[in-house]
T-cell receptor, first 113, second 113 residues
């Protein structure tokens, strides 16, 4: 089992719809969770981070964390063609296990006009 | 402007040659990281450093070497021992600790001919 798993997609949604991206992780002790967006040929850029159970909203983006079920999701409301990119989920390992970020393989999102 | 710079953007190398990738940051971040990304894959950690003159191996350190003589600089050498060096190399930094939010440079695309 991979430490961090994402559906590779592609996930295709129409413009204006809600895009839902999911990520599961194996280490129950993980404490920090991040979503990055990566355009083709570019480096990842941070969208959001979340540490506590529940929802965290920032503009059109909402991160949801459920530690009991070990999943974190990213919702993009009113999706735009410019949101088309690969979205990387990253989870921190516990510090006493060499704590560092572990990245999923990414989910490709395509927003159709 | 504060940020992370990587050079060169593109690099071509003949088999059997060592090559050094540059990474500089002026964000006053303590920790720096090197990742490798292959097509359709997530990021894999090569090396990381939390303080000057100290660094640790990541998950795929074989065939690579680093140094951290200055807080703002973390160069990566890809040696001839690295079997499949063609990849997109990403440098990142974070304010403190290895589980803090990481910010990425623009990347260097290395091709071995």
């Amino acid at each position: 089992q991979k430490e961090v798993e994402q559906n590779s997609g592609p996930l295709s949604v129409p413009e204006g719809a809600i895009a839902s991206l999911n990520c599961t992780y194996s280490d129950r002790g993980s404490q920090s969770f991040f979503w990055y967006r990566q355009y083709s040929g570019k480096s990842p850029e941070l969208i959001m981070f979340i540490y506590s159970n529940g929802d965290k909203e920032d503009g059109r983006f909402t991160a949801q964390l459920n530690k009991a079920s070990q999943y974190v999701s990213l919702l993009i409301r009113d999706s735009q063609p410019s949101d088309s990119a690969t979205y990387l989920c990253a989870v921190s390992r516990r510090y006493n296990q060499g704590g560092k970020l572990i990245f999923g393989q990414g989910t490709e999102l395509s927003v159709k006009p | 402007d504060g940020g992370i710079t990587q050079s060169p953007k593109y690099l071509f190398r003949k088999e059997g040659q060592n090559v050094t990738l540059s990474c500089e940051q002026n964000l006053n971040h303590d920790a720096m990281y090197w990742y490798r990304q292959d097509p359709g894959q997530g990021l894999r950690l090569i090396y990381y450093s939390q303080i000057v003159n100290d660094f640790q191996k990541g998950d795929i350190a074989e065939g690579y070497s680093v140094s951290r003589e200055k807080k703002e600089s973390f160069p990566l050498t890809v040696t001839s021992a690295q079997k499949n060096p063609t990849a997109f190399y990403l440098c990142a930094s974070s304010p403190a600790g290895v589980t803090d939010t990481q910010y990425f440079g623009p990347g260097t695309r290395l091709t071995v001919l």
